[in-house]
C-alpha cells in the first residue's frame, strides 16, 4: 500500500444493525484528533506500522505494530509519542454494535490488545478491493472477522507477556538480557512491552528479572557456592559490586552477610573459582 491516505466513507441506513461510516488507512498520524469518536461513534483501530503511544481520557496507551484498539463514543484522544506509525480504522455504531462490545467484554477498562498483526494484509486487502457499493459490507466484515478472532485468543491469555517469561526462564542469566532485547526478539517496541508486562503481572519487568536473579543466587548461596563473584555470574550479573548492591536491597542482607548467617564463609579462589579458571 503507498503511502498516500486512503479513505472510504459509507452512508449507512438507520435499519442496519451496524452501521458502518468509514474505512481508513491513516499515514498521517499528526491527525489523531480525527479518532476522537465525538460522533457517536465507536472505533476499531489497527496499527499497521511504528510505534508510540495515545493519551485516551489521560490515561497512557502505548501502541505497536500489530496492536489492536477501541474508541468508544465520547473518548478524548490524542497522540502523545509516534514513531512512524500508521494506522487502519473503521468507525461503527447502531444497536448489535453495542451488543458486541458487550458480548467480547470491550470497555474503556478493556481496549488494547496485541499481536494482531497478521491480520494487517486482511483489513488492506478489503480497504484496496471495496468499491463504493461494497465499502460497508467489506467494513463490517474485517470488523466482525477481528471480532471472531479475539474470542478464540482472549480466554487464552496474553500470548506476548507469556513469551516474555519463557525467555525470562531460560535466559534471565544471561546479563545482556532486557526488555529491549526481548523487543527486538519478538518485533515490538520496549515500551509497549513494558506496559503490557506490568498489566498482566502486576510488577515491572526490571523487577521481575532482579527478583529472578537475586532469588537464584540465594539457591545457589544456599546449596554451597561460596563466591560471591561467581554466584553473580551466574545469576545474571557482570559486575559483582552491583550485585551486592542489588542483593542488599531485595534481602536486606549484603551477600557476605548472608552467607555469613548460614554458617559459610565467602573468600577468592573458591572451589567454583579454581573450577572456572
Excluded at 16 to 40: A, N, R
Aim: glycine content about 8%; charged content about 25%.
Amino acid at each position: 500500500m503507498s503511502s498516500s491516505n486512503i479513505c472510504k466513507f459509507y452512508t449507512p441506513s438507520q435499519a442496519d444493525p451496524i452501521l458502518i461510516h468509514c474505512f481508513v488507512y491513516e499515514s498521517s498520524p499528526e491527525k489523531i484528533s480525527h479518532f476522537t469518536p465525538d460522533l457517536g461513534r465507536n472505533k476499531i483501530l489497527l496499527v499497521t506500522q511504528g510505534s508510540g503511544s495515545l493519551r485516551i481520557n489521560g490515561q497512557y496507551v502505548p501502541y505497536a505494530t500489530g496492536s489492536l484498539l477501541f474508541l468508544f463514543r465520547g473518548d478524548r484522544v490524542t497522540l502523545w509519542e509516534n514513531e512512524g506509525a500508521h494506522f487502519m480504522y473503521v468507525d461503527f455504531s447502531g444497536q448489535r454494535a453495542e451488543e458486541l462490545l458487550r458480548r467480547f467484554g470491550l470497555s474503556p477498562d478493556n481496549r488494547c490488545f496485541e499481536g494482531y498483526g497478521g491480520m494487517i494484509p486482511l483489513w488492506k486487502e478489503c480497504l484496496l478491493s471495496a468499491s463504493p457499493e461494497t465499502i460497508d459490507l467489506a467494513a463490517e466484515s474485517v470488523l466482525l472477522h477481528t471480532l471472531s478472532r479475539m474470542r478464540r485468543e482472549v480466554p487464552e491469555g496474553n500470548g506476548t507477556v507469556a513469551a516474555i517469561m519463557r525467555i525470562v526462564e531460560a535466559e534471565f542469566n544471561d546479563h545482556e538480557l532486557s526488555i529491549v532485547t526481548i523487543g527486538q526478539r519478538l518485533s515490538y517496541h520496549p515500551k509497549y512491552l513494558s506496559h503490557l508486562f506490568k498489566k498482566e503481572m502486576g510488577v515491572g519487568f526490571s523487577e521481575y528479572l532482579r527478583d529472578k536473579r537475586v532469588n537464584y543466587a540465594r539457591t545457589l548461596f544456599d546449596h554451597g557456592i561460596d563466591s560471591i563473584k561467581n554466584v553473580a555470574f551466574l545469576s545474571g550479573f557482570n559486575d559483582p559490586l552491583y550485585f551486592s548492591g542489588v542483593f542488599k536491597r531485595v534481602t536486606g542482607l549484603s551477600p557476605t552477610m548472608y552467607l555469613r548467617e548460614r554458617g559459610t564463609r565467602s573468600y577468592p579462589g573458591s572451589r567454583i573459582d579454581r573450577i572456572r579458571n
